[in-house]
C-alpha cells in the first residue's frame, strides 16, 4: 500500500469514526427529547422546578424563599412547585422541550453532513442548506430558549407574593448568534463551492 492510498484510508477511517460519534450524540439527543417530552406532558411528579434567568434583587445574607421563587446567594433562583398540575408542569418544562428539540435538530443536521464528508464530496446544494439551518436553530436557541424561560418565570410567579421579583429585562446571548453568524458564512463557502463543483462538472 503506497502513501497516497494508505492516507486516503485514514481519512476515510477518521470520518467513518466522526460520523458515528456524531449519531451517537444524536441517538442521545433523540432520548433527552423523549425524556424532557415525557416530563412535560406525562403525569405531574410530586415536584416541578425551573431555574430563572434573572432577578431584580438577589439576597445580601441568606437564602430567600418567596411563594414559589427561591433565590440563593450564588445567585442563582428557582420555581419550585409542590405537586404541580398538569398545566404548571407543561408550563415549567416548556423551555426544556424547546431547548432539547433544537439542539437535536442541530445535531441530526451535523450527521447529515458528517455522512457526506466519509464519501469525500461534502461541496453539495444539500449541506449549504443543512449549514444555514442549523444556523438558524443556533440562534433560535439564544434568541428564543432563555427569553422564553422568563416568560414562564414571570407567569408562573404571577398573583403570588414573588411576583415582580422577577427581571424582564430581555437577556440576550451574543454568543449563540455570533456562531450562527459564523454558520451562515460556511454555509455561503459551501453553496458557493456546490457551484463551483456544478460548473467544473459542465465543462467536462
Not at 408542569?89 to 439542539?103: K, Q
Request: charged fraction near 15%.
Amino acid at each position: 500500500m503506497g502513501w497516497t492510498e494508505l492516507r486516503t484510508w485514514s481519512v476515510r477511517i477518521w470520518w467513518a469514526i466522526f460520523e458515528n460519534l456524531v449519531y451517537l450524540a444524536f441517538a442521545l439527543c433523540v432520548v433527552y427529547l423523549a425524556q424532557a417530552g415525557w416530563q412535560a406532558a406525562g403525569p405531574p411528579s410530586d415536584h416541578a422546578s425551573m431555574q430563572v434567568p434573572q432577578l431584580r434583587e438577589w439576597p445580601l445574607t441568606n437564602p430567600q424563599q418567596i411563594g414559589p421563587l427561591r433565590s440563593t446567594l450564588e445567585y442563582s433562583a428557582t420555581i419550585s412547585i409542590d405537586r404541580p398540575d398538569r398545566w404548571q408542569n407543561l408550563v415549567l418544562n416548556t423551555p426544556l422541550v424547546v431547548g432539547a428539540l433544537l439542539t437535536a435538530i442541530i445535531v441530526f443536521l451535523l450527521w447529515q453532513i458528517a455522512r457526506t464528508l466519509r464519501s469525500g464530496d461534502p461541496f453539495v446544494p444539500a449541506n449549504a442548506r443543512r449549514i444555514f439551518l442549523m444556523a438558524g436553530c443556533v440562534a433560535g436557541y439564544g434568541l428564543l430558549v432563555e427569553p422564553l424561560r422568563t416568560f414562564v418565570a414571570v407567569y408562573m410567579v404571577d398573583g403570588t407574593p414573588a411576583e415582580g421579583l422577577i427581571d424582564t429585562y430581555w437577556p440576550f446571548t451574543a454568543a449563540p448568534v455570533g456562531f450562527a453568524l459564523l454558520l451562515i458564512g460556511l454555509g455561503t463557502i459551501f453553496r458557493k463551492g456546490a457551484r463551483l463543483r456544478e460548473d467544473a462538472d459542465g465543462l467536462v
